[in-house]
């Protein structure tokens, strides 16, 4: 018998939905609606990018950088989240941005949507997963001989992420009761760590939190460069919050895997950015009043929260909310595993990944999973991480030419910064796609009706010309320097996926399933499930 809050009616009508958009039940549905959330939730982890970029907060205009900044980049990342939502409900699948791209816009869109999507979660689990690196190197890792080389940040991640994937194959229960705790756990400490910083703090001025300062080039440790513009500064603020609060398409990318989800779905998306948002904003907050000197933690520059920490905190308490922010950040990466995998199955599914896509579309009857997306997905964030730590370029003064040592060296800088900006633009551009798709498909043929969870037709589109203008604001702060390079590596990607669409994609990939190749699949769609052991 079915559970009493997963009817056979109510499975019945999830499988219905699947079936009606041409793919088989292969994976198993057991995410409840908290599961859903918490997966989001957990990835989005304010824990972990709220603490590892931190100090974008206060090394570009100051306390006002977290208590205004954070809420208008939280408003940015709010927008995509109700947009995304709306779209969610109505074509609930695995992989949902390259679907809703593809049905809503035409093969094209979804394609672009996917290879940006999947290169987007890909580099952000690596950028996580090292961000978890030298957390541990600034906290633990003293104590075992780990001071945080390229060489060792690389083996760390290696090893984190593998684990992080054998927890994934496994099966979707075993990543949502670790994802479920995660959900506890970051609330839990963030209370810890909120309460403890205001018990802590020296004094409290709460004109801080509006106060606005210039610590841009040496003033903030060199987190920023030298600009006299406190306007362009604070939009340099906003990369911690719209950084921070990414990853809320996890629910969607877990659809398949949840029950009810054309409501539990678009709920998770939501309440998983609603709760960040708000838990983040106070844990932001409440470390910047807890900062004994603001001018001398601003010359700290990224070491500035642990600065805060050690001159504050009692060293017990201190070490025990590092241990649950390291839990927290180390399910943060394993969220993204399955977020990644879901997204490369389903493109798979509809042979996205020439001469690979039947190998990645797989899921193992045992598990239930997709087992090679998930260790395909984690070698290549490992690839990446080799590629983004070892490679070196040249850094630019403000005229372009290269920083010298002072023994007459170049001075050169790992391409990490550059590719987790690129990511953010990545992720962003493969939520905006779908999205205008969405608006323009709205009420016509593509889509002539809203899902159960739905705004009003006026709201949503609002919601989304609101998401489009924030994209550009992303974009700006994204290829802002010193990262111009960003913008080349953005343009030289969606040049090559251009050619590369026009000379093979375009006459070989077909998208997902429509009209009669719906139909068509029926008998496959039997025995997809047949081999999975699944009963409608």
Known sequence: MASDDYSDKAKHEDMKILHGMGYAQELQRSMSKFSNFAISFSIICILSGGINSF????????????????????????????????????????????????????????????????????????????????????????SFGFT??????????????????????????????LTDISGYIIFATTAVLVLACLYYAPAIDISRLWTFKNYSGAAGGEVFPQSDSIGYLFLLCLLLPVYTITGYDASAHTSEETKNAAESVPRGIVSSVFWSSIVGWIMICAIILAIPDMDAAAGQGWGMFFATMDAILPSGLKFLLYFFVLIAQLLCGLATVTSASRMLFAFSRDDGVPGFSKALATVSPA?????NAIWTATALCILYVVLALLMKVPVLDDAGAPV?????????????????????????LSFTIPLIAGMLAYGGPKWPKPGPWAMSAGLYKLVTVLSVIGMGVILFIAVAPPNERVLYVVLGFIAVALVVWVAVENRRFEGPPTGDRIAARKAAIAAAEAAVGEKG
């Open 55 to 142: 100090a974008q907060a206060v090394s570009s205009v100051g306390g006002a950088g977290g208590g205004i900044g954070w809420i208008t980049g939280c408003i940015i990342s709010g927008m995509f989240a109700l947009a995304m939502a709306q779209i969610a409900s109505a074509f609930p699948t695995a992989g949902g941005l390259y679907h809703w791209g593809s049905i809503l816009g035409n093969r094209f869109w979804g394609w672009l949507t996917a290879w940006l999507n999947l290169l987007g979660l890909i580099t952000v689990l690596g950028a996580i997963n090292i961000g978890t690196a030298y957390f541990f190197a600034g906290t633990f890792g003293p």
């Open 148 to 177: 945080g080389t390229d060489w060792q940040i690389v083996g760390f991640v290696a090893v984190i992420t593998v684990i992080q994937a054998i927890f994934n194959h496994i099966g979707i229960k075993a990543t949502t009761f």
């Open 367 to 371: 598990y239930r999973t997709p087992v």
């Open 404 to 428: 010298l040592a002072e023994d007459g060296t170049q001075v050169t800088s790992s391409i990490y910064v550059i590719v987790v900006n690129s990511t953010l633009v990545f992720l962003f």
